[in-house]
């Protein structure tokens, strides 16, 4: 009897280790997780026109130092603008109102994160808070779209003036293309 | 002339062997229903398929994932996009390495161990016994360490692989420094239920193949210390086979 007792405790716990393995895979890998326990933080908000990429977890960083994570990401339907909620580890305080946060990629083909500079104000940002000045991801295919009908423009004004002339109104003048489209 | 000959009847000879394995699987299903009556014959062999296998199944899956993690943060880096790492490892866990390798092993630590038991079973004549007594021997003994195997494996797959990411994740984000929001954030983003589901039917078509073929091995081995020693062999030799066969069909299909 009790080594049948043993035995069984031997299975259950093989089967309940076998099937939390299971359960792991299924939402920890896939899905949004349950985090853990986070230290003392405070959030902050920034409405970007488009976050690329950008992913729920990513870091927010400030010169290059880690100082927090993105925790949310919705949709605000009045200004067609993305909303990212980003928490902020409470030992960086002191981060003043006038900041900028932009989106970065990491690398070539790396994870999107964001990365705040810090601006002149006296006074710093608080719980709740939400950055003003911010700077969209940078979408591949816009660019290349722009530098096509720039060139495509200044190809047509002139005959066959070299790339480097072709090159300097896209990067110079990007606003009126925009408009066009 | 005499070659064509004898290589049409060496086919012949694996053709029956294939069916008779066939026939062999079609006995055990028809049995299961009634043994799944024995509850507690089936969770001896789970305990002995499984449990008994923890510890080789868990150790081979940390230092999988941790070359996962050498190797795939060496190669991302070249495109300089170690944040991937997380993904990468999973993918290859979840899908190819958790499977298969746990399959091999399986074949190994647990398949060996039913062939040789069965094997000295026959050769010692207990199962001639239990006819004897109008015990049927499939049912009371074959399918419960069938059931058993099949029930493990997938249990032991998916252990393989959380330990095999934990292990990629130690030495991508502690040792070499990924960072750690990346790594489970793009691994979130990237790997999709239908990944972890290929792996959970690779695993369990392993576990049918893996069991079957230790059983039969172990059911009809000569009953002699060389014979039992051969099905021990050609357990995992055969099974080594299938599992590399089935898993190109299986990704394959899954494609």
């Known amino acids: ?181 | 002339m005499k070659l064509i000959q004898e290589l049409l009847e060496s086919l012949a000879e694996a053709l029956v062997g294939l069916g008779a394995v066939m026939r062999f699987l079609l006995r055990l299903v028809a049995a299961s229903p009634r043994a799944l009556l024995r509850v507690d014959l089936i969770s001896q062999q789970i305990y002995n398929a499984g449990a008994l296998s923890l510890v080789i199944i868990m150790l081979s899956g940390l230092f999988v994932g941790m070359v996962l993690g050498l190797q795939g943060f060496q190669l991302l880096q070249r495109f300089g996009s170690e944040e991937a790492l997380g993904t990468a490892a999973t993918i290859g866990l979840v899908k190819e390495l958790g499977p298969v390798v746990t399959a091999l092993l399986f074949a190994g630590r647990a398949g060996t161990a039913l062939a040789s038991e069965l094997g000295l079973m026959r050769a010692t004549d207990q199962l001639s016994a239990m006819e004897m007594m109008a015990v049927d021997p499939i049912r009371r003994v074959v399918v419960p360490r069938f059931l058993g195997g099949v029930i493990a494996m997938p249990l032991l797959a998916a252990i393989f692989s959380v330990i095999g990411i934990y292990g990629a994740q130690l030495v991508g984000v502690q040792i070499m420094g990924v960072d750690s929001g990346s790594f489970w954030s793009q691994m979130r983003g990237a790997v999709s239920l239908s990944d972890v589901n290929e792996g959970i039917v690779k695993s369990s078509i392993f576990g049918v193949t893996c069991s079957l073929i230790a059983v039969y091995q172990g059911y009809y081995a000569v009953p002699t210390a060389e014979g039992v020693g051969r099905a021990t062999t050609r357990t995992v030799v055969t099974s080594a086979v299938f599992i590399l066969f089935l898993d190109y069909l299986i990704t394959a299909a899954f494609l």
């Open chain 1, 1 to 181: 009897m009790r080594k049948s007792r043993t035995l069984d405790l031997g299975t259950g716990s093989f089967v309940l280790l076998g099937f939390a393995a299971l359960f792991f895979l299924t939402t920890q890998t896939t899905s949004r997780g349950i985090s853990l326990a986070s230290p003392p933080h405070y959030d902050l908000t920034a409405k970007f026109d488009n976050i690329g990429d950008l992913k729920v977890g990513a870091p927010v960083s400030m010169s290059g130092v880690e100082m927090g994570r993105i925790t949310k990401i919705a949709f605000d339907s009045k200004e067609y603008k993305a909303v990212v909620t980003m928490r902020i580890d409470a030992r960086y305080n002191q981060i003043p109102t006038d900041s900028d946060a932009a989106i970065y990629t990491q690398g070539l083909l790396g994870g999107k994160f964001i990365g705040l500079t810090a601006g002149g104000a006296e006074t710093y940002l608080k719980d709740k808070d939400q950055i003003d000045f911010t700077q969209s991801a940078f979408v591949l295919e816009n660019l290349i779209g722009q530098v096509l009908a720039n060139f495509t423009k200044s190809a047509g004004g002139q005959s066959d003036s070299g790339k480097s002339k072709a090159d300097a109104p896209a990067v110079a003048e990007p606003k009126p293309t925009e408009k066009t489209k």
